[in-house]
């Protein structure tokens, strides 16, 4: 009899990553497959879907909130083992990783008409997606299964946790083994096949995330000095179709609608304005608004160059390129959502028209007045379609990788501010040499330096799916995600005098904002829960624990 190959879980199981007792005529199966290159690119390519990667949901931290749900089991405290969030980063996960080990058993059946370069790039590629299937799950689970080959039935039932810092090192090795073996970087027609970059890119994260400061600095370093990647010089493009191939972008999944890859009208239309027919239901927090600094450097509590009156002017440039600024036009139309704003003028028609932004005519316009603009261009509404890569990793997150991780080392030279600045200076439309013309970092205090690093962190990356992370490697999760949804009170009780906002918000000295000063000139949209004791792990799923009860889930669930 044949083996039976499994990947020990349920939900993998189900998935046909098994080795069965049969090979099928009209299909592959282990049995048959990786007997030549163009099987062992099959299954590598296969491994190049959205399925099998992806940063946090944006709506797990405190940057976005959600009409029509509110928040999820992260922000709502809900989360359980029977949560779909855990299960369908689990399975994935194991899938993903079952199919690496199947590759890997197998892989030297084609080396009769295969040559060993060929393979070997292969098999690279393979353990880089490997390594990231296993940085994904330690992060959120902790101690995980640790699978590296196929394994007997009977055996995978009774397969226990590893601890996460064995599988942390093995990560590591994975990746320099990817790192070594992989190119710099392809021709364009190969553009977006995992690099050299790549691997240390995952490697860097994977060490700021379990505070490996050392490697994580080393990995950046490296990283860096390939000079094979560099800043996008226009922000807001990067997430445009004209930035799909900027030599930013260290890993990206393509998403085509000719190649049926993207996402519907449902996703479209709550991003987009009510005005340009959609639903403004994923919405920017008051938070995220009030974490831009202004163009002196300062946070909005500390600058004389903040107006709460004209809350975008003198701000980062960033921030409008990430919300719509009120007053511009978006879409087709002037976004005002001030409640005697009844009417706006449309430039498709150039007509006024109804002002369905305001929740004085639509009672269901975004309840924090912001609407995103990150990533969101006119096609969206005309074709009902986002099909923009997605960006997982990019240059700038190496450059503040780097810093940050330098920084807990109190190793400051001037790297640090250098790294910064380049992202900075970015924003700005300038070079980091033209230091009047953006607010450059020149401090070398170790607290002042952690604290700017953070901020650029969470406006860099605003919406793409970061912040979550970041929330629970800096402990602030319990604190952030404890805080009220503030909006925009509701328009009989707006006083015009204090739009839109009726004061400068207090920050800490981690950057989270104060509204309990504000009184019934805010409105409290939700209420957010996150519990210490057990959130800052994900539990593991309850079905795997019912197929094998050597699972130990992880406190407090």
Known sequence: MKKIYSCVLSAVLLAACSKLDLNPLAQASTQTYYDNQTELELAV?????????????????????????????????????????????????????????????????????????????????????????YSRLITHFGDVPFLTAPMELAEAKGIERTDQKKIRDFIFS??????????????????????????????????????????????????????????????????????????????????????????????????ISRNAGGFGAYVPTREVF??????????????????????????????????????????????????????????KTNLRVPNRDTRAVANFASPTGFLWKKGIDQSWADRQVEDNDAILYRYAEI???????????????NTVPDAINQVRARAYGVTPTQVTLYPAVTTTDVAQLRKIVRRERRVEFVREGLRYMDLIRWRLAEKALTKPVIGLPDPARQ??????????????????????????????????????????????????IRVNPKLTQNPNY
Request: glycine share 6%; hydrophobic share 35%; with cysteine.
């Open 45 to 133: 390519n296969d491994l190049y879907r959205l399925d099998f990667w992806g940063n946090d949901d944006e709506n797990s931290s405190d940057n976005l909130w959600y009409r029509t749900t509110g928040g999820n089991s992260v922000t709502f405290g809900t989360m359980t083992s029977d949560d779909g969030a855990p299960l369908s980063l689990w399975t994935n996960a194991y899938k993903a990783i079952a199919r690496v080990n199947a590759f890997i058993a197998n892989k030297d059946k084609a080396a009769s008409n295969t040559s060993a370069a060929v393979i070997t790039k292969l098999e690279a590629e393979m353990r880089l997606i490997r390594a990231y299937e």
């Open 174 to 271: 994975e990746l320099d083994f990817a790192a070594a073996n992989l190119p710099a970087s392809y021709t364009t027609a190969e553009v977006r096949r995992l690099t050299k970059g790549a691997a240390l890119a995952i490697k860097a994260r994977t060490a700021l995330y379990t505070e490996q400061w050392s490697i994580a600095r080393d990995a950046a370093k490296q990283l860096i000095q390939l000079n094979v990647y560099k800043l996008h010089p226009d922000y807001a493009q990067l997430f445009q179709k004209p930035g799909e191939t900027s030599p930013e972008i260290i890993i990206s999944v393509p998403r085509d609608q000719a190649q049926q890859v993207y996402n519907g009208s449902g996703y479209v239309l709550d991003f």
């Open 290 to 347: 009030d974490a831009y600094e202004c163009r002196d450097g300062l946070p909005i509590d500390e600058s004389p160059l903040y107006n709460p009156n004209d809350p975008f002017k003198n701000r980062d440039p960033r921030l409008t390129a990430t919300l719509v600024e009120f007053n511009t036009q978006w879409l087709g139309f002037s976004y005002q959502p001030h409640p005697d704003t009844l009417t706006v003028f449309s430039s």
């Open 399 to 413: 450059l503040l990788i780097y810093a940050e991780a330098k920084i807990q080392l109190g190793e400051i030279d």
């Open 495 to 544: 006083n015009r005098s204090k739009w839109p906002f009726p004061g400068v918000t207090p920050l800490d000295d981690d950057g989270i904002a104060d509204y309990t000063g504000f009184a019934g000139d805010v409105k409290i949209i939700a209420q957010r829960a996150f519990d210490k004791n057990k959130q800052y792990l994900w539990p593991v799923p309850s079905i795997e």
